[in-house]
């Protein structure tokens, strides 16, 4: 029983990430429907900018004095890493895909060019920070609460609440702010939008920016929760959060939130109770059978294709 | 009959024209440049640079009577099976070398001892510890002792130093060294306590940076001490992650611990625990002390434990060519200096002193390190098989 409460925990940790990722995907694929496939390396890029931020913040680099408490290294960190990022992923949008989209390419060409987004941010990280492992630094001290055998760190509560605390805001945003109207709107109709007088790419670099810096946001919390950093970080999660979008019905700020925590419970639940060879089997053996029986997701709205 | 051989060979030597003017020894080097670990090929890289620098300005080695300088090539393997095997390749049959050094984990020297043996080069791997790599393959050698004696090594002291009864293990179950390791560790402890013994046996996948529910049942499984046989990259997660599910008793590691930037990843949370390894720089004398102090000036950093078998590996080789001579038929020079290396007793390396009684695995010590307080590897005891 204490296992079973102790697992719930690990899964809730490990699928905020999933959650917080998987809204990223969700937002611009909502919106542009594009598969945004360098959306785990803008998550990386997060970590990374986190991970610099707190150095410098640290005085580790020389430029200020040391001295400064963890906690509010911590407060600067976290902007400092999502304005870089979304500045990050509004770059990929006007170097990338704008053009893209202004010459009318074919969606498939849009989400190639994504793939290799990705690839040059792992890549250009590679060649610019060198292989070498980075640790992020302890900003908060870990504090280990044990009730009755259930042991819960200040990190991991912290790390849930702020998933929830996101979806609850992204929820709003979207569904409640004169933006997130204009963002549905262009997600129904993107050629009678302008018409409209709404200025299409104010809204999608907006959409860009609350996309990356949620990845930013979850790139700091994973920095912190498993402090070893590598380029090559977000290519696995980041694949998996989309899956988790896909399998919560990608378009659905809902759908996104739901699937990533539906993929950290199975994947956690899996290991705990098999060998963990089978977990990646099992895990995507079940979002397999969801999708057969409900393929648009499960909070995912059936479109029809207009032609 | 060795001094026939011997006489042969010299006479070979004196026979084959000078024509050749091989007055260069080509070395190989396949080893994890770029990669997962990274750090690994860089001290092996650092280590080689430093003896061929040595070797060099003494004007070279002296093999029958004439002055051989050394050259390295390094290839990078990426730290993966199948770059290693092209990186094997391309140094038999391109650099055209006499014999290789590396690649350094289990999970590349395994398929690389295999081409290495199909193209009859020679080939030593410094720092795998998997059987597999030397089984039946009389061209492949390795510089460190086996899984199968590091894992009951680590149990005994497990038994002797904590008095365990019970042990959880958490490995990698898709790379071949953790993977034996694993495995060697759970046979010795079973058989030291009897079955079952070993409460919780866990695994994971390459690359998993969230082990939160394996180290639950560890936890709940009320073991003693928990053996982690994984490399630097995944031992600070490991250990964190535990602390915080409540986690109180010894950790215990194997040599993979040893090497790159354990304590720069992990700080103060990997303080307190041992490791099972080749060599410990705190505490060395004699040959080990010089070998360390000039690693120190050139490089600023102590050598880990690659870097001092590394070190040995290529001493091992170039004792094994001084051996057998050097005729310029690359061939024939393959074979002789495998030959040679065979025969070779009471190798008197910084790791240690090794001999290949029985094909290319040598006979020689293990040590305990404890992480002290200031993060420094010291010597905490030595097992002798």
Known sequence: MESLIQNILNALQWGSFYSLIALGYCLVYGVLSLINFAHGDIFMAGAYFAFFGATFLLGKTGVIPPGMPGWAVLALTIPISMILTSALGVTLERVAYRPLRRKGAHKLYVVITALMCGLVLENGNLALFGASRKNFPTLVPQIVYSLGGVSVTNLKVAVILVAVLSFLFLHYVVGKTKIGMAMQAISYDRFAVPLMGIPTDTVIVFTFVLGSSFAALAGVLFAMSYPVLDPFMGALIGWKAFIAAVVGGIGSIRGAFAGGFLLGFVEIMVVAFFPSTFRDLIAFSILLLILSLKPTGLFGVARRTKI | ?385
């Open chain 2, 1 to 385: 009959m060795k001094k026939i051989v011997l006489a042969a060979l010299c006479f070979l030597f004196l026979a084959a024209p000078a024509a050749f003017g091989a007055d260069t020894l080509k070395i190989g080097f396949n080893i994890p440049l770029t990669g997962d670990i990274p750090d690994v090929g860089e001290s092996s890289k650092n280590a080689a640079e430093l003896l061929k620098k040595q070797v060099n300005a003494a004007g070279g080695v002296e093999i029958g009577g004439k002055k051989y300088t050394l050259d390295f090539v390094y290839e990078d393997n990426e730290s993966k099976a199948e770059s290693a095997l092209s990186a094997a390749r391309k140094l038999i049959t391109q650099d055209k070398v006499i014999g290789m050094v590396g690649p350094q984990s289990s999970k590349q020297a395994v398929p690389a001892g295999e081409t290495a043996n199909e193209l009859k080069t020679p080939m030593i791997a410094p720092w795998s510890t998997n059987p597999n790599t030397t089984k039946n393959r009389p061209y492949v050698f390795r510089a460190c002792f086996l899984d199968t004696f590091q894992g009951p090594v680590a149990a005994m002291f497990a038994k002797q130093e904590f008095s365990a009864k019970k042990a959880a293990v958490l490995y990698d179950i898709a790379s071949d060294y953790p993977k034996g390791l694993a495995e060697d560790f759970k046979a010795a402890f079973e058989k030291i306590n009897g079955p079952g013994s070993v409460v919780a046996f866990e695994t994971f996948t390459t690359k998993d940076v969230d082990f939160s529910a394996q180290l639950t049942n560890i936890v709940k499984s009320g073991a003693d001490v928990l053996f982690v046989p994984q490399y630097y990259n995944e031992v600070p997660l490991i250990v964190k992650q535990a602390k915080a599910l409540g986690w109180k008793n010894p950790i215990l590691g194997s040599d993979s611990w040893g090497s790159g930037d354990l304590m720069g990843l992990c700080g103060d949370d990997c303080k307190g625990f041992f490791f099972v390894t080749h060599y410990a720089a705190a505490g060395a004398q004699g040959a080990t002390k010089d070998f360390i102090d000039k690693y120190q000036a050139a490089y600023t950093k102590t050598p880990d434990d690659v870097a001092a078998l590394t070190w040995d590996a290529i001493n091992l080789l170039l004792t094994g060519i001084k051996n057998a001579g050097v005729t310029g038929d690359v061939a024939k020079d393959r074979e002789a200096v495998k030959d040679a290396l065979q025969k070779v007793k009471d190798f008197d390396g910084i790791t240690g002193k090794m001999s290949f009684p029985s094909g290319g695995d040598p006979v020689k010590c293990a040590v305990v390190v404890k992480i002290d307080e200031q993060g420094k590897f010291s010597f905490f005891k030595s097992v002798c098989p």
